[in-house]
Structures are given as structure tokens and as C-alpha cells.
T-cell receptor, first 114, second 115 residues
Framework: EPEVTQTPSHQVTQMGQEVILRCVPI?????FYWYRQILGQKVEFLVS????????KSEIFDDQFSVERPDGSNFTLKIRSTKLEDSAMYFC????????????FGSGTRLTVV | AQSVTQLGSHVSVSEGALVLLRCNYS??????LFWYVQYPNQGLQLLLK??????LVKGINGFEAEFKKSETSFHLTKPSAHMSDAAEYFC?????????????FGKGITLSVRP
């Protein structure tokens, strides 16, 4: 069964450093998403992306965050200057059609900011 | 706009007992509804989904859920719990608008299964 692949699985970074989280969505999917889950809390929407542009973003997704689809397969989330509160599990998801097809999630990247 | 309410944070059942995890939603348009399971230190796995048609949907691992529009509910059930069902369960909703609709999650419920 097709999978969404995320790398790395774990990343530790120093506060103030830039990090890039990588995702390879399912190949024929066109809609992409990033979510985060702070330890012990709910899964929160960050941003959705379609046709090479952001469709929607949450209030969490401020100027420190950016997304990019640099080629035909990767979808990245960049955090420019990490803060302690950015420590969380970050999930990438994709779908062929929002809603009716369901959303396939990757295994996540655990980001720890020290 | 859409939202999901999952009352309580923890449910504990005995092995072989009925599992019932409650979910209520709020949606301005007809919703799509989902249940996801998260095992410790793993990602989110789709258990089942309701899009259109039959309101009783069956998923993996013996779980099922029934969409009740009048009650705005989508409760998850399993007739007989197994130890391997211990995990975090998330109910989620997206909008049936044809546009790029995000998934909105409830806060999740931890299911424990006692031997």
C-alpha cells in the first residue's frame, strides 16, 4: 500500500537554528498538509498546500514557518528560527481528494528543540 | 467551520468487553468523518471513514462507527476488546465542500485494555 514517507524520524536542534522537515507524499496525490502534535496534546493543523501554493494556514503557522514543494516528489516544512515551544511531533499528510478519499499520514518527525 | 468533541481523556475496559468511544462534531456543511488510531511512538493510522451512503461503516481490526446526523455523532465501537487495541484514538472531521478541506481533530481518547 502506498505510504507517505517522512525524514528524519527524530531531530534535535538548538534554539534559534533552522530546521527542514521532509516529506514524500503518495505519488498521485495533489493535496498536502502539515500537522503537529505537542506531547500529550491534540493533533493541530498547520498548513494545507495545493497547486504550488498555500490553500489555508492556521494561526500557528506564522512567519517562522514556510512550506515548499521543490520538485515533483518532496514537500518540506521549514522552521526558520526554532523555539523551545516548537518541540513536537510533525506529521505530513496527503490526499488525492480532500475528504472523500481520506488522508494518509506519515509516521512523523519528532522535533526536539534544546 | 468544523470542530470535534471527544468527552473524557481515558477509557478503560476489560479484555473481551465492549469498546465505545464517543465523538460529536460540529459542521456548517455535510461532514466527512474519520477515526484514526495512534499506537505509542507511531503515526496516525486510518481506522474508518464516513463519506456518503451507508451510515454504519466498518473499519479495520473489527471497529465500526455509525454516523447519526440528528445527534451529530460518530461513535466508535468494537464488540470485544483485545489487548492490542490499547492506543490513542482520534475522531476527525473535514468538510464536504469539494475544496481543499483540512482535517480537524478531536483531542483524542486513550483506550486501556485490562487483562
Amino acid at each position: 500500500e502506498p505510504e507517505v514517507t517522512q525524514t528524519p524520524s527524530h531531530q534535535v536542534t538548538q534554539m534559534g537554528q533552522e530546521v527542514i522537515l521532509r516529506c514524500v507524499p503518495i505519488s498521485n496525490h495533489l493535496y498536502f498538509y502539515w500537522y503537529r502534535q505537542i506531547l500529550g496534546q491534540k493533533v493541530e493543523f498547520l498548513v494545507s498546500f495545493y497547486n504550488n501554493e498555500i490553500s489555508e494556514k492556521s494561526e500557528i503557522f506564522d512567519d517562522q514557518f514556510s512550506v515548499e514543494r521543490p520538485d515533483g516528489s518532496n514537500f518540506t516544512l521549514k522552521i526558520r528560527s526554532t523555539k523551545l515551544e516548537d518541540s513536537a511531533m510533525y506529521f505530513c499528510a496527503s490526499t488525492g481528494q480532500p475528504g472523500s478519499y481520506g488522508y494518509t499520514f506519515g509516521s512523523g518527525t519528532r522535533l526536539t528543540v534544546v | 467551520a468544523q470542530s470535534v468533541t471527544q468527552l473524557g481523556s481515558h477509557v478503560s475496559v476489560s479484555e473481551g468487553a465492549l469498546v465505545l468511544l464517543r465523538c460529536n462534531y460540529s459542521s456548517s456543511v455535510p461532514p466527512y468523518l474519520f477515526w484514526y488510531v495512534q499506537y505509542p511512538n507511531q503515526g496516525l493510522q486510518l481506522l474508518l471513514k464516513y463519506t456518503t451512503g451507508a451510515t454504519l461503516v466498518k473499519g479495520i481490526n473489527g471497529f465500526e462507527a455509525e454516523f447519526k446526523k440528528s445527534e451529530t455523532s460518530f461513535h466508535l465501537t468494537k464488540p470485544s476488546a483485545h489487548m492490542s487495541d490499547a492506543a490513542e484514538y482520534f475522531c476527525a472531521v473535514s468538510l464536504n465542500t469539494g475544496a481543499n478541506s483540512k482535517l480537524t481533530f478531536g483531542k483524542g481518547i486513550t483506550l486501556s485494555v485490562r487483562p
